[in-house]
Structure formats: structure tokens, C-alpha cells
């Protein structure tokens, strides 16, 4: 088990310099160098850099060397914490991302919660009461939020909820909070503005775990052992929660691991739409204004993030799941 | 099993008769027989198709240029086509709004209603059908129209552009795109997924760890990324490609485990074991034997891997980092729908997700309906 643990670490560490190497790659690809855009959007600003500093920048950045050499010296940067500095905002980009990553986080994590806590009792229906009107309406729900992309699904509520309740529905806080520093009132209202964007995310995700747990319960359902049970008169809310939902749970909790990337994906997204003081939104203007430092430093951050949260979960579901580890031994 | 797929004989010759069938039937013939009583699928199978025409006659069926700006146009809302004239005699015809600015307002208002005939197979903007032959015929358009009076089924956007017919050609490109990606990464899947199994070993494992280090990854901030690094001076057709290569590195590792999986699997079988008694090289034994036995696989999971890579496609010409315009994707269109205030003044704008979620849904079902014939012996 311990080899395991090692092992997965490892392949976690290993993702991690992948997805540096692309970051980095991000950082690199637009044409010209970062200094010389840099001195011009500072010459263009008015303040003025002499020959010196620009000396300077050029060996601290080590431009001109070849790429190993100027990713190991942001590499070694970066690991002291000094992402470099936004361009558009002339500020250091950790000052820029500050809370939004966070709530990046948040927010992936929120829909994952609710993810769980909709399939779970609705694959279970829908197995239990195979071909019933509950189970055709879950199924035609699910794939309908299968079919539909969430930015989409975002765009349509935002407009349903413009057009017949008058309110506009995006944002993370109410106007009198956006600014303001934290405190219990603004956690509050974050909680109060959560479970939108939280469900809209979640949405694409449940419809697939649905239809995986109710294929495995039904799998499960037509096993011997739960006649026995039914035969042997337990109450039918026992035999089916206690032995062959557990058994399905299996590969239903496996699927968080790729459930995570794919939430921290989707909240890019619909960052943009309902305008979220996310990371994505940040992201897409740093793209389109080739700020590459600070793209660089958001598709790096997100990568690490959702890496390490895969890992964790691994782990998680390796202590829970008894099974997982018998296999391994 | 056999009563379910010819229906029910009464007679015993006839249910001879259909196990004689089903014997010696195909895996192709099997696979359709079964893949043909899924009805949701049968039909998603037809709407794929059609759209698929759509995407091939999509200049004929577009009523006007999809790039012709106007904006004495902007913002037209769809003109209803009515078949019958006030006295219910048969007329099919539109009733066009001419916009004319206010005098004392200099407002546009829209307060000129005239009746315009349709007509089919008029002439308007010249194009080459299937990129082949030059004509300037579409399907339906207005009979003998002013110069200021157009025909919008289904309105048109800020820039006065008539939004049928960029649908109609964003369709041609949204749905070539995801054909294009798929193709490549199929490419890629079945390359690295049936090397991985035949070699194993070290090969096996650096395959599998790649696998498992891209499905970790949150794509579509790298996707963004990479997309956003594109050349600006670079020409439409080149952006296509890098877009579709883009999204197809991504993608291709549903696919390698697929193969992979099969490949193991049907490795242990009898017949390839005969196969080798036999003498069969490793090539026969590859594309003769296994191939065939898991293409149905294949095909079932390719059709499940389009609709991502339509999404994929939509999601990043949404952003404004995928296709540019001039281009005309769904992504594009829907790009101008982006923002609450232009929804509210033009709803119809949002017309372009009726397509993108009418194909992906039947994609999945299609591939439901794939992946369950592709077994048809279980």
C-alpha cells in the first residue's frame, strides 16, 4: 500500500512538471520577447527604462538562452514565490489572482458536493424503479445536461432569469461586498450566491454519474445474494442500501478523479458568462492581451491545483474503500 | 435472444429458419440487426444525417450572404413566413419592416410593412456548390425583392447579418471540425492504444502514465492557452487545422484505452490462438482477426468522442480563443449572445444553441445505440 502511495505521489509530481513545461511553453509562445513588450509598455506609460535596467531584466529572465536555461530560472522563481509581474496591471500576478483562485476552488469543490449528493440518490432511484415515469424523466434530464454545454445552460438561465424575474444573476457577491475585506456578513453572502453557478456546474457531471450508478446497481440488483436477503424477509429499504449500493459505489467514487479537472474546466467557462470573480475570466482577457506571465501562472496554478486535489481524493477513497486496498496488497 | 430479434415464430420451421439466419449472418449483419431495434438511436442516426446534409448544401439552403453587413439591418428580428394572404388564398410570403431613421428623433424605426412573395431556386450570391460547381441558385429567397427589402428567417445579429445563413454555413464548420479532430485523434488513439498492448512492458507503462498525466490535466485552460498562442497573421484555414490538432491532442486517450482494452482481451481468445497455429503472420492476425472483431468498439466510441469535440470547438470560439471571424462556427454565433444586453434586445440570437444541443444529443444517443449493437453476441 505504501508502494502505492509512493508510486501515485510520484505520478502526481511527474503531472506537475508536465503541466509546468506547457505553462512555461504558454508563457514563451507569442512572438518577441516579454522584456522588450515590457519596456514598451512602460515607455508608453511615460516612465522610462534606462539601457542598465533593461540589462537587467534580460539576465534575470535569461532571455537569450536556451529554453531549459529560461525555464529553470522562472522555475526556480516561481518556487520562491515570485510569479513575475502582470503587464495590463503593472502589478506582481499573485497580487492580481489574490482571492480568485480560491474561489476557483470553491467553487469546483461546491459542484462536486452537489454532484454526489444529486446522483447519488437519483441513480439509486433510478435503478430501484427501473422504467418508471421517475426514472425515463431523470434519464431524459440527464442527458440533456449531458447535451448541453454549461456555458450554454448558463447563458439560457441568466436570460430566463433577466426576462421573467428581472434580476441579473452573476457575480459571486452583492455590490455592497465586492469590495469590501472578509467577514462573516460577505462569507454569508458568498454562500447566499453559490449555488447557482455551483448547479449549472454540476449538472453535466451528475448526468453521467447517474447513468453509471444506475447501471451498476441494476447489475448489482439481479445478483443472488439479494434474493437471498428478500427471501430471507429483510425490509426492502435494507436489502438495497446495505449491500448493493455499497457494492456499486465502487467505481462511482473512482470517477472523481477525472471529475475534477473536468469541474475546474467547466468553471473557467461559465466564470465568463455569469461574470465570476473567478480565475477564468482573468484568464481569458490575460490570453487576448497577451499578459503571458499572468497566463502562464493561472493554466500553472489551476494545473497544480486540480493535480493535487486528484491526488487527494485517491487517497481519500483508498482509506474508505477496503476493497481498493486489498487489490493493491 | 432469437425471438427478440426476428420477432416471435410461431411455427418451429420458422424458428429453424431464423437460427439458420442468425448463424451464419456477419458481425456487420449482426451488429445492424441489433443496432436497428434501438429506435432513439435509428433516429438520432437520421438527424446526424440530415444535419450532415445540411453542412453540404449549406450555401444553397443560406437565403443570403452570411458576411454582408448592413446597418440600416441591425438587429432585424425573424420574419415569420406566412402561407396564407388575408383572403386565405395560397401565398407564401414574408411581411418585411423597412427601417427608416426618425426626423425628429433620428431613432431607426421599423414601421413600413410589406408583403414580399418567396419564391424557390432564386438567384442571389454566387458560390460553388459541394466546392465544386459555381452557381448563384439558393432554395428559397424573396420574389423580385427592393433592394432594401431581405429576407430573415431567422433574424439577424449587431452587424445586420442574416442569421439563418450563418447558421447554416457554422454548421458546415462546427461539424467538419469535430470530423476533423475525431479523425486525428482516432489516429493517435489506435496508433498509441494498440502499440501499447502489443508491446507492453515499457512501452505499455509510458503510454499508460501519458494517459493518465493528460486525463489529469483541466484541458480547457490549456487549450485556451495553446489556442491563444496562434499567429494573428495566420489565414482561417490555417487556425482550423491548429484548432482541431489542438483539441485532438487532448482527446485521443478515451480512445487508447478502448483499443487497448480489446486488444487485451480478444488477445486471450481462441480464435487468434488458432489463427497463430495456423501460421497467420502478425499482421494477418491483427487486421484479419482483431481488427474486425473490435471496429464496432471503435466506431461506438467515436461517435461518443464528436459531441465532446463539437463542445470543445463551441466552447472555445465562445471565448473569442478558437475560430476568428470571419470564420462562422456556432462557438462564433454564439459569441454574440454572450453578453445579457444584447440578449435582451435580440433573443433570437441565442437561436444558434438549438443546433449545437439538437446534434450533440443525437450523437449520444447514436453512440448509445452503437456501443450497445457493437456486442452482439452478448
Do not use: C
Not at chain 2, 469535430?178 to 507503462?205: E, H, K, N, R
Request: charged share 15%; proline share 5%.
Amino acid at each position: 500500500m505504501l508502494a502505492f502511495i509512493v508510486r501515485r505521489s510520484l505520478l502526481a509530481i511527474l503531472t506537475i512538471w508536465v503541466i509546468s513545461v506547457l505553462s512555461f511553453a504558454i508563457i514563451q509562445l507569442p512572438p518577441g520577447d516579454f522584456v522588450t513588450a515590457y519596456i514598451a509598455q512602460l515607455s508608453a506609460s511615460g516612465a522610462s527604462v534606462s539601457e542598465a535596467e533593461a540589462v537587467a531584466l534580460r539576465e534575470l529572465y535569461g532571455l537569450g538562452q536556451p529554453f531549459y536555461v529560461q525555464y529553470a530560472k522562472w522555475m526556480a522563481r516561481v518556487l520562491a514565490g515570485d510569479f513575475g509581474v502582470s503587464m495590463e496591471w503593472n502589478r506582481p500576478v499573485t497580487e492580481v489572482i489574490g482571492d480568485r483562485l480560491w474561489l476557483t476552488v470553491l467553487i469546483s469543490f461546491a459542484a462536486l458536493v452537489i454532484t454526489w449528493g444529486l446522483a447519488l440518490p437519483i441513480g439509486i432511484y433510478s435503478a430501484v424503479r427501473q422504467y418508471s415515469i421517475g426514472d425515463y424523466l431523470f434519464t431524459l434530464v440527464g442527458f440533456v445536461g449531458l447535451a448541453v454545454p454549461n456555458f450554454l445552460l448558463a447563458l439560457v438561465i441568466m436570460y430566463l432569469s433577466f426576462r421573467f424575474l428581472g434580476a441579473n444573476v452573476g457575480g459571486l457577491f452583492s455590490s455592497e461586498f465586492e469590495l469590501a475585506d472578509w467577514s462573516w456578513a460577505k462569507v454569508w453572502d458568498l454562500m447566499k450566491h453559490l449555488p447557482l453557478p455551483a448547479v449549472i456546474l454540476a449538472l453535466g457531471g451528475t448526468a453521467q454519474l447517474i447513468r453509471i450508478m444506475r447501471a451498476n446497481l441494476l447489475d448489482e440488483l439481479r445478483r443472488p445474494y439479494v434474493v437471498t436477503a428478500r427471501a430471507k424477509g429483510l425490509p426492502e429499504r435494507r436489502v438495497i442500501l446495505k449491500y448493493p449500493v455499497r457494492a456499486a459505489l465502487n467505481p462511482f467514487a473512482s470517477t472523481v478523479a477525472y471529475l475534477f479537472p473536468y469541474l475546474v474546466s467547466g468553471s473557467v467557462i461559465i466564470s465568463i458568462v455569469l461574470s465570476l470573480p473567478t480565475v477564468g475570466p482573468l484568464l481569458v482577457r490575460s490570453l487576448i492581451s497577451q499578459d503571458m506571465f499572468l497566463a502562464g501562472t493561472i493554466v500553472l496554478l489551476l494545473g497544480v491545483l486540480t493535480v493535487v486535489g486528484t491526488l487527494i481524493s485517491d487517497l481519500v477513497l483508498m482509506w474508505v474503500d477496503p476493497r481498493i486496498r486489498y487489490q493493491l496488497d | 435472444m432469437l425471438a427478440r430479434l426476428f420477432g416471435s415464430s410461431s411455427s418451429a420451421e420458422g424458428a429453424a429458419a431464423a437460427e439458420e439466419r442468425f448463424a451464419v449472418a456477419s458481425q456487420l449483419k449482426l451488429t445492424w440487426w441489433r443496432f436497428r431495434r434501438h429506435r432513439l438511436a435509428v433516429a438520432s442516426g437520421i438527424v446526424v444525417i440530415l444535419f450532415y446534409l445540411l453542412a453540404a448544401l449549406a450555401d444553397f439552403l443560406a437565403t443570403m450572404d452570411p458576411h454582408d453587413t448592413d446597418a440600416r439591418r441591425t438587429y432585424t428580428p425573424p420574419q415569420a413566413i406566412r402561407f396564407f394572404d388575408d383572403d386565405w388564398s395560397l401565398r407564401p410570403h414574408v411581411v418585411v419592416l423597412r427601417a427608416r431613421r426618425d426626423p425628429s428623433t433620428f431613432r431607426m424605426v421599423r414601421d413600413q410593412a410589406t408583403k414580399v412573395d418567396l419564391a424557390l431556386f432564386v438567384e442571389g450570391y454566387s458560390y460553388e456548390l459541394f466546392g465544386l460547381f459555381p452557381t448563384n441558385v439558393h432554395l428559397l429567397g424573396l420574389k423580385n425583392p427592393q433592394p432594401s427589402e431581405t429576407l430573415h428567417l431567422l433574424g439577424t445579429d449587431r452587424l445586420g447579418r442574416d442569421l439563418w445563413s450563418r447558421l447554416a454555413v457554422a454548421t458546415r464548420v462546427s461539424l467538419t471540425i469535430g470530423l476533423v479532430s475525431v479523425a486525428i485523434s482516432l489516429f493517435l488513439g489506435v496508433l498509441l492504444g494498440g502499440v501499447s498492448a502489443i508491446y507492453g512492458g515499457v512501452v505499455d507503462t509510458i503510454v499508460q502514465r501519458l494517459i493518465e498525466i493528460i486525463r489529469s490535466m483541466p484541458t480547457i485552460p490549456l487549450w485556451m492557452g495553446l489556442a491563444a498562442a496562434l499567429p494573428n497573421t495566420w489565414s482561417v484555414m490555417q487556425i482550423y487545422f491548429a484548432i482541431t490538432v489542438i483539441i485532438a491532442l487532448l482527446a485521443w486517450t478515451d480512445l487508447a484505452r478502448v483499443v487497448r482494452g480489446k486488444f487485451l482481451s480478444l488477445r486471450e481468445e481462441d480464435f487468434v490462438t488458432a489463427a497463430e497455429l495456423a501460421g497467420a503472420s502478425q499482421m494477418r492476425i491483427i487486421f484479419r482477426h482483431l481488427l474486425p472483431s473490435f471496429l464496432s468498439h471503435i466506431i461506438a466510441a467515436t461517435s461518443l468522442a464528436l459531441p465532446a469535440m463539437i463542445i470543445s470547438e463551441t466552447s472555445l470560439s465562445f471565448l473569442g480563443l478558437g475560430l476568428r471571424p470571419p470564420a462562422i462556427s456556432w462557438g462564433i454565433l454564439l459569441q454574440d449572445a454572450q453578453n445579457i444586453e444584447a440578449l435582451a434586445l435580440a433573443p433570437w440570437l441565442l437561436a444558434a444553441a438549438v443546433p449545437v444541443i439538437t446534434v450533440i444529443l443525437a450523437f449520444n444517443f447514436l453512440g448509445d445505440g452503437l456501443r450497445d449493437a457493437a456486442d452482439p453476441y452478448g
